[in-house]
């Protein structure tokens, strides 16, 4: 894994954390477990995706470490989540564009087909009807 990428989600990470006041523990306990395997998917990211071009959708949006790292990155991404309010004041403070989506039962809120890759971590073993989003993407 790129130390460039590490670097970039800690200290996305970190931005995170320090606008949000009443995040649990566990989203600081997360970034530490969680980077090496994040900053993993970074990688990858840049051998399939091109910074500034590339229309990334991130499904699971929470906590959005990844989402405010691929953003600083230069990516083009949009996140989408069940309650998009749990970080909401990081996501404001970022500018990022996380939106609420319940992907098992709705369209995802993004123009048809103008997206080049869908990110999805720790999400599909939370779905009860994976056909839907799976359809959908």
């Known amino acids: 894994m790129s130390a460039q990428n590490v670097d970039a989600l800690r200290q996305a990470g970190l931005r995170i954390l320090s606008h949000e ?9 997360y970034l530490v477990h969680q980077s090496p395997r ?5 990688d990858i990211l840049e051998k399939y995706a091109s910074r500034n071009s590339t229309q990334i959708v ?5 906590p959005p470490f990844i989402t405010a790292a691929m953003n600083e990155l230069g990516f083009r991404v949009i996140g989408l989540d ?8 990081a996501t404001r403070g970022e500018g990022l564009d996380i939106r609420l989506a319940n992907i098992e039962s709705e369209p995802f809120p993004v123009e048809s087909a ?5 990110l999805m971590n720790e999400v599909f073993e939370h779905l009860r009807s994976p056909l839907v989003p799976i359809t959908e993407i």
Not at 82 to 89: S, V
Request: charged share 30%.
């Open 21 to 29: 006041s009443s995040v649990d523990s566990w989203a600081a306990d």
């Open 38 to 42: 994040l900053a993993e998917d970074l």
């Open 58 to 62: 991130e499904i699971g949006s929470s």
């Open 82 to 89: 069940i309650d998009p309010t749990r970080f909401g004041e």
């Open 114 to 118: 103008s997206v080049d890759l869908v």
